[in-house]
């Protein structure tokens, strides 16, 4: 990924955006500190895709998920009647 200062960036800023929706990322920097980093729209930037089921075969859900510890709570609530 290369950086480009501003004024180069507004020069060239056609060339860099076709660029960057190829894929070919950059930043932009003032005074050589980088302010921004321009990516193609469709760019998953890492930690937010979602990572649905990403433990898929390390653990395993009882059947009776839904009902365990059922009659512990019955109890506790027959206990408080008078």
């Known amino acids: 990924m290369h950086t480009v200062n ?3 960036a507004k020069t060239h800023l056609s060339r860099l955006v076709d660029e960057a929706a190829r894929g070919e990322a ?3 920097a003032k005074a050589g500190k ?3 980093k321009v990516v ?3 760019a998953t ?3 937010t895709h979602r990572r649905l089921g990403f433990m898929k075969g390390e653990i395993s859900v009882p059947d009776d998920f839904d009902q365990m510890g ?3 709570v019955e109890r506790l609530f027959q206990d408080d009647e008078p």
């Open 26 to 28: 950059f930043i932009i």
């Open 6 to 8: 501003i004024h180069e």
């Open 45 to 47: 930037e890492i930690g």
């Open 34 to 36: 980088p302010l921004v």
């Open 70 to 72: 059922a009659e512990t």
């Open 40 to 42: 193609p729209l469709d």
